[in-house]
Structures are given as C-alpha cells and as structure tokens.
C-alpha cells in the first residue's frame, strides 16, 4: 500500500509513525512544502523568552536523535520529501502533483491513501507597512530564531492581537525586558479561551506587572522611519511607539488544495471529516490544524487547531490507514498557556458562547488557594463554571491563577467528555493531601457553589455587576465582612460599605439596616457566602454575596 | 430540631458548619473528646518535618481566625463542649450521656438527630517497650509538637510500618536530617497505595537517597537503656539501633460507642451507613474516619478513611439534616502523599486487588516525562493503569515520579467515576502546552499502551518478569536499543545483552538471531516499543518491550 501524507510538522509524522508500526510493508513518504518537519511548534514562545536555550531542542526527540529526513528514513523506514510542495491532487488517478521548491522540478507520485495535514496558516491583515523592518511574525521556527536574535532589552514592542498566539508572544518579550503593549481589537484578552469577567481580571494583574493592554482598539497600519525601520503602530485611538511589532492576528487552516480537489469544505471553513477522518472522498484522510471538528457539548462543528487534537488524530488516521477502524470522538477545545506567573487555562463552552447556542446557563466564579494554605507556596486561583440549568450538566470551566489551574481544568475536561453534572463533579473522589490541595478540591467547591445557586441557597452577584451597581446612585449595603486589619490595607471606597467582621456579625445584626439590600464581600467569597446565610437566615430579604470576592477584582481599590 | 454531632476534628465541624447554613434555628451541638477541635490533621508530618513552622497554622483558617469553642459560637453559632466524653448513646430517649473530662461530671443531652463523627484511632500493636522514653506516635497535634520539639539531627530513628502514616513520618524525619529506617512487615512499602512492582521502584529510589528500608520482616519489642530511653528495635530478623521511634502501624474506626448503642458494624469493621449516610438508626448518622463505604469500582464495602471523604461527606450529612435529601456516591481511595522529592498516587483498584476481586486484568506500566522534554523542569513519573479484560474498562491508576503524578492520577479518578474505558481515556481532550505537559499526555500514552495489548499490536514483560528472566539460564537476547552513549553509563550486565541503537536496527537486523526470544528495553519504553514492532514487522516470532525501561527498573545496574 502507498500512502502519501501531505505535511511533516505535527499530525502528518504521527500518521505516519503509527501506519508504519501497524504496516511494516507499507509504502510511507511524507512530503512537507517547509525545510523543517516534525518540530514542537508549541515551544516557539519559549525560544525566543531564551527558556528554551537553542532551538534545536524543538527538532530532537528526548533521546537527542533530531528528526530530519535521517530520522524518518532510518527509524521510520518513512520517506520525507522536503522543501516539495504538492500543488494538485488527481483523485481519478489517485497523484498528487509536486513541485522541489529547490530545483523547481515538477512530478506526481501516486497514492492508494492520501492524508492532509496541511495544518494551518497565520492570518496576517492587510495593513500598511507590513514590510517595515523589525515588524515580526512567530509562525516556524526561522521565525522565533530571527525575533529572539533581534530584540533588545527595553525596546518597546507592540504585539498585535491578544488571543493565545499574541499573549504567548507577550510573556516572551517580557521575560526578555522588553517594554510591551498588547493591541486587541476585541474587548477582551484571549477571547477564544475566556469570558470577559476572567480576561477582565487577568488583564488587571497582568497590567499591574507591566505589561499594557489596549483592547477594543483597531490597528490601522504601521509607520516606518527613513531606514524603512518599524517606529509607531497606528491605532483609531491613536497611536503606540514601537521598535518592534508582533502580527499574531490568528491562524486559518491551510485548504486550498483540499478544496482545489473537490473535497468538501466545512461550515467553518476547515476540511470536513467524518469521525473516522476521512474527507468526501474515503480515500483521503485529513488531520490536524486543517480539519474541522465536532465539539464534545454543543455537538456543533468548530475550528479549534490544536496541537493535542492533532497528535490524538495522528494516531487514529493510522489505525484506519491499517484496517482498524478507530473514530476520532471530538474535542472540547481545552486549552492552556502561562503568562508571566499567571496560569490560564479552559475546557468546553464559555459563558457567552453557551448562551449563544442556547443554552440557559448558571456560572459561578470562585477564587481559593491550590492547596492547603497552611502548606508553604499555596497559590490563588480563580475558576469559574459554566452549566446548564435545567439538567446540571457542566458546560465549561475556565480558570486564571497564579496557583495550579490546569489540574483542576483537566478534571473538567473528563467530566465534560463523561457529560457529567455538577453532583457528579462535586462527587469525585480526588486527591487530597496539603502539597497538592486543599481538603475540597476548589473545582468541587465551584460546583458546591453552582448547586447552592440552583437549589437557592447561595445568591450571587458577580463582580461586574457590583462594580455597576456601585456606579448608579441606588441604596444598598455593602457589607465587608473581613477583619478591621484585613479592611484597611485595601478596601472599596463608597459610603455604602459597612465593614464588619463575619465573627461579630451575628452579635451586631441590629447594624445592618433591614430595609436596603445587602452584599456581602471577603477576599475569596467563603466568608460573604457564610455572612449572606447568617443574614438570610435572621430574615434579611435581599441579600447576596460576591463571586470570587476581592481576589476577582479587576478593578481599582482605595 | 436539636443536632448533637460527636466529633469535631473534621467531618464533625463540616456537617455543623452544613447544617448550621441550612437550618439557621438549629440548635446544634459538637461533642469532643480531645482539647481541640477543627484542626487539619493531614498537616501534622509536615510540623515534624518543618515545613509548618507553626502548629498554630493547622488551627486557624485562612483568614487567620482560630477554630476554637469561641469560633465556633460566633461564627457558626454552633456550641462546642471539648474535653467531653460521649459514652452512651440512649436511642429510645434520645439522649447521648456525657462525661466531662476536666471535672469528671456526668450528664445526659438530648437529640433529634445524632451525627457519629468519632473518627479512627491509631493502631499499636501490643508490643513489648511501648512504654519508653523516644517511643512516638503522630496522631494528633500534641504528638506532633512533642515530636518536633525531641528530634536532633543526626538521630537513628526507626518507623514501624510503610503505610501512608509511616512513609509520611520517614520524610518528616529525613527532612530533620534524621538517620531513618522504615521496619514493614508486608513485603513492599505503601501496600494500602501501590502494587508490588511500583512499590519496589519507589523503594529503590528512596533508598537510593539514604532512606533505609526493611520489608517482610516483623518487629518484635523494643529496647531501652537504664534510663528507660529506647535503644534497639528488635525484629524476627536481627535488631536495630533506634534512638528514636515512632509506631505507625494503622488506623482503626473508633465504633465502639455505635456498637454498644446497637448499630450496626458493617463486614469491614467500620460503621455501616446508607447512601444517606444514615446508620441503621435513621435518626443517627455517621460521617468520616469512622464508616465503611462503597467502592465506585467494585462495589464491595471497604474502610479507606480519607480526609476527601470526610469533607464530602459532612456536606451530604448536613444536607439530609436539613431535609434536602442528598446521597453519598462512594469511593475510590484516591490517596496522594509527598515522599522527599517524590510524589505518590493511586485511585481506585490494585492489580492484585482487582484481581483477587475476580477481574481478568490487563495492566500498563509507563514511564514518561512529566511535561515536554524540551521544556525546563520537566521531570520523569511512572504510571501504571489496571483495566478489566473484557470490556477494556479502567479499574484503578497509580503512580510515582518527581514530576507531577497527581494530575494524571485526577484525571484517571474522574474517568472512573464515570466508568471509562481505556479508548475513553485516550480521547480526552487535556490539557498541552509545553509548561504543563508532553504532547500526548503520558496517562493517555498509558492507556493507547493497554490499548496496544488488547489489540495484541504491543508484547510487553515487566522489569520484575525480566529480572526473574535474567536470573534462570534461558537463551534469549536483551536488546538495548539506546545510543552506545547512553548504554555504556549503566547497563544490564549480562552476556544475553545486544546493544543496537534503534536508529540502525533496520538496517543491521541480521545481527539479531531469529531463533531466540527477544526483549527489548530502553530508557521509558518508547524506543523498545518502536523496536518491537520493527521486528515483529521483519518476522520476528517472539518480541516483547520492557514496560517502564530502565526508568522503572527498581535493581541494580552495571
């Protein structure tokens, strides 16, 4: 059997590595239009943050063999051709066109299986001055190389986009000193990750570490100085200096060839397959960064390019190649990055995009430590959920920390494969011991915090909404219940805050005014929650407590 | 309605805390043996170790508030009598007597509903010397803090028993620059938490940085000096010097004031409870350390005190006393513990467990890197997953490694809530960036290996198989597939060895005889897998990969 894989970065080696464990007679050539293959364009950012030292690390296995042509021949018995791009497919006779982006020769070479693995492109605007110098992209490796050999320290850089490409690129140039804005033309950081109350917060510690933000602003162009040398990013609010410019806008899957052959586009403009990964045509498989994938809640096809999702498509690409019929069973779109010290990370539907499906949603955001906070180097971490009313079904979770986000969205991202509910998440079984987390694991306390909503025992305010409120004239308490020493490091400034610690608050009930609304505050919300049900309890009518407390305020103190 | 709870160290404070939330004109009581109440028991090694500088920290919660009665009242308003006995319970009256223990005044106290939170006690085996000076336990904070203060650096201590409590206490005393040794009568260390072959790998590693260890071998007395201070630990085999111990054999359920009121004990020895956690008495329920579960795998009753549990636990308890019918859904014994620099996990069944519970198994032993290999920090974990057969579903993970084991051992417990399937784990869509993990997570490659089994794509033969292999005179060769580089450092000294790079095994395989067995080994497994298959591919008959390779190779090298 011959089988031609189209692309050599990420799902098309593994293809190949998997059809030849299962095909040792099989005829396998990879071909890949770049000088490059089978490199972890995952680790580009931490090239040029110098955390990765030399960037052949990206091309060798943990073995220290790099995977070159050599490699794929000798290991493999996989023919690489390189720097060859194919330009046609002729299903009728089953060829793919080819042409040496070396020696120009053009030729075909047969197939009885063809695998697309085009991966994706990025998308880069059509601004003006693109072609400045020390304007960049990070898309391969030649790319990292170059930035991280060019920048200076207290240069001032501009990135343009703030999704995970343009964040990740952020945190680089900071690690390396480097004076950064990050420009959006969204109203949020990392929209495909967050909602807006969690990029809300996450720019606001970001911002208080150094790093500018300007989101909800359109860059108009570049401006370049006599040398033809990067020196402004216009913007419709004016513009930034800049020494250097990222473009990190998004990424398009690469499908012309695809569709140049006839097979069938999907609704999000990526390569349709079925679960087996096939394309239109049963012959032609496609995986990875060009594929379009069936989502594990909505059910909806979406475009989530993602380099787990290629290596698991890899593999089932190759049992199908050998007669095992395997299905690919979807994606939840899990993601995650580090920012500076900041954890980021999210799994299954946000907020906004579960409304937008239909979905009537209940969320609940809650900050807490990692692990016991009477183990030394417990951090904070802010998780929010998102569920489905009528049936508790979990949706989505989402989490910002410097402490330990990811393990908590992992245990998420099973849960949602499983179509598990909010019970079921505060059931798990999960480990418990003070290194590694507190006694109910705050995943489990964010669905504590979720059924206490649904069953009307906790209300709520987010802190959006106070943040609103506090900005109209309207009367209401806002009760603070942390310690008098808690209250004057850092506090909201307004008239309408009471401060009075939880463990009086039962003695002093006759302070609180019984006429008014109540909110209630604490650092994490365990306490606001305790005071809104002492203060329910005494017969108080409105009263909630809010989400994620002042460890999700994303906004200015007194 | 009148709430008498009996225990306040950690599922007792819970359900008073629950309860208290719901029902705000409750009146609710929390009896206490000891002078303390509330306290995080799990922290207790970490005072002895230092970690915890004050003890004080296990007391007080986050917002730094001491949980004493005074707490308690305010707070909660909930009323706390420590220093009291509970000795009776009269189930026709509906009254608990009660015995204070400063003044030694009796009394009775009325209930509508009964809460059992009357936790474990320490087990101590009745062994001769118990009675001498520097003879410790660590059960409660005065244990800790006595322990703490008597510790010198440089000490022989001894540990009697390798569970979790003991382990935990060898680190503690390692970390103090104690000279420890661990005395378990079992034949591996961890038996609660690791199989045999797992366990033997932690034991060697540990021993390897200076913690000695004595499996299979019984102790039988202590020895002391004319001072009456502690000198020899004698056991069947031979004695040894100690100038400090500490006795860590297990925990038993304190039940007898359940069993002397007629409830009933379940097979394990632990109060029986309903999914309600309500005991045969519906008015008395029984939470934490001192009931029996139900195994989310099995089925079957077990006794795994776990402080999880505990806290879910008081939450279910306090929302059946408010009337919100809420049920318990069982266990896995997920169980996680920090030894020096390795971090330990399992969840739900053992190998043999499994096995001697019926179960036709089929188990995978994965070493990996806990993030990408490129990345900074990365570290190495070795996993292990047990699988039913027949129907390829998960019946337990466990783990050990210096990079994160805990994450991947959440995920596999919240797979096995859900009873998933090895197909089902391998198609979670977890987390992947190079901070935070490899591409293809290493429980999701733990699984494609088990996978790989079934499918009878992958032969495997554990290190232990291979040791027993080595020590008979059978032909066969042992294929070291690394770089003579990496082979000539540490090696299997044995003339059965053939080193073949797996780079140029294609090329040079009629090096290898046909007519013998052949294993294959490498450092993680990848390699010898890869090779497996390249000589299956050629023809070869009989192939089989060392699971775990050297990384999970618990003997000696050359």
Known sequence: MRIVIIGGVTAG????????????????????RGGLISYAGCGLPYVVSGQIRDINQLFITSYGAKRDEQYFANEKAVRVLSRTEATAIDRNKREVALTSLESGETYTIPYDKLVLATGAGPFVPPLPGLELKGVHRLNNPEDARELADQLTAGQEAVIIGAGVAGMAAAAALIKRKLAVSVVEAQEQILPAMLDRDLAALLAYRLEEVGLEMHTGRQVLGLEGDAEGKVTRVTTDQGSLAAELVIIAVGARPNVELARRAGLTIGVTGAVAVNAYLET?????????????????????????????????QGRVAGDNLAGRRTTFKGVLGTSVMKIMDWNVACTGLGEDQARSLGYETVCAVNAAHDRAHYF??????????????????????????????????DTAATALFFGGTVDDLASLDLDNAPPYNTPIDPLQETANIVRNKL?????TMTAGQLHDLLATGEDFVLLDVRTPEQFKYRYVGDPRVIQLALGELRARLAEIPRDKP?????????????????????????????????????????
Not at 13 to 32: M, Q
Request: net charge neutral; charged share 25%; aromatic share 6%.
């Open 13 to 32: 080696p593994k293809v190949a590595a998997r059809a030849r464990r299962l095909l040792p007679d099989a005829d396998i050539t990879i071909i890949e």
């Open 280 to 312: 239109s045509d049963p012959d032609i498989y496609a995986v990875g960064d060009c594929v379009e994938n069936r989502h594990l809640v909505s059910g909806q096809p979406v475009y989530l390019p993602l380099a787990g999702t290629a290596g698991k």
């Open 376 to 409: 030394p180097g417990h951090d904070n971490i802010i998780l929010k959920l998102v569920v489905d009313k009528s049936s508790g079904r979990l949706l989505g979770a989402q989490g910002v920390g410097q402490g330990d986000v990811v393990k908590r969205i």
């Open 455 to 459: 069953d009307g025992v906790a209300a």
């Open 518 to 558: 109540v909110v209630t505050i604490c650092p994490l919300g365990t306490r606001a929650y305790e005071a809104m049900r002492i203060l329910t309890g005494a017969g108080f009518r409105d009263v909630r407590f809010v989400e994620g407390g002042l460890q999700g305020w994303p906004y200015d103190l007194d």
